[in-house]
């Protein structure tokens, strides 16, 4: 089956836009997870998806990111006023349940430039 | 908290001899530990994990990864290096006792394969 896809692969954004990334995770799988990969830097959480509720937002780094998965299953990451601070790379990940040892799985990532 | 430090930022190596990438853990639980790898541009990908069974876990493409309680310590092994090894590698522990199951990353270490 198919894994984990993310669109666009690639932004460009001039600061001050609102960007939106999309993840659609491996069918079936219960949870989400997005994360931010600096350059030269390993990921860092932003946020976790259960189905379609946000049970965990604490690593979003302000108030100008957003993300929802309204139907449990596609999900988008939203920035609004986008800043030279965003650009990165943004993963998201899926897992079939929420246990300890369940292995993500991750998207080849949309890398962010921001202007 | 669970942390993760990888003691390399670059290793290399050359084809045929053997590969060791470090990596100490710190955590208040019995951790979950995974190993990942990142060839650019793509996805991360899983090469083996680690959840209180055997201390010696066994991965994809012939790496292995030994838990030392004692020494706090996953590092991650392969016997003989192969070109297409050639890649950046994540030591992962997951966050326990949480209501997400998030990933906490180290801060990779790239690996060159020389001929």
């Known amino acids: 089956g198919a894994g984990v896809s993310q669109s666009p692969r690639y932004k460009v954004a001039k600061r001050g836009q609102d960007v939106a990334l999309r993840c659609d995770p491996i069918?079936?799988?219960?949870?989400l997870f997005w994360y931010q990969q600096a350059l030269g830097q390993g990921p860092e959480f932003l946020t976790y998806f259960q189905n379609e509720a946000q049970l965990d937002k604490s690593g979003l780094p302000s108030d100008r990111f957003f993300a929802e998965r309204p139907e449990g299953s596609v999900s988008t990451l939203k920035i609004q006023r986008t800043q030279q601070e965003d650009s990165a790379v943004y993963l998201c990940?899926?897992?079939?349940?929420?246990?300890?040892?369940?292995?993500?799985?991750f998207g080849p990532g949309t890398r962010l430039t921001v202007l | 908290a669970q942390s993760v430090t990888q003691l390399d930022s670059h290793v290399s190596v050359s084809e045929g001899t053997p590969v060791l990438l470090r990596c100490n853990y710190s955590?208040?639980?019995?951790?979950?530990l995974f190993w990942y790898v990142q060839h650019p541009n793509k996805g991360l990908q899983l090469l083996l994990k680690?959840?209180?069974?055997?201390?010696l876990v066994k991965g994809i493409n012939g790496f292995e990864a030994e838990f030392k309680k004692s020494e706090t310590s996953f590092h991650l092994t392969k016997p003989s290096a192969h070109m297409s090894d050639a890649a950046e590698y994540f030591c992962?522990?997951?966050?326990?006792?949480?209501?997400?199951?998030?990933?906490?990353f180290g801060t990779g270490t790239l690996l060159a394969v020389q001929p």
């Open positions: 992962v522990v997951s966050d326990l006792g949480g209501a997400t199951n998030k990933l906490i």
């Open positions: 955590s208040s639980y019995s951790p979950s």
């Open positions: 680690y959840t209180s069974a055997a201390t």
């Open positions: 990940a899926s897992s079939y349940h929420r246990g300890d040892t369940d292995t993500q799985y």
């Open positions: 069918s079936g799988h219960v949870s």
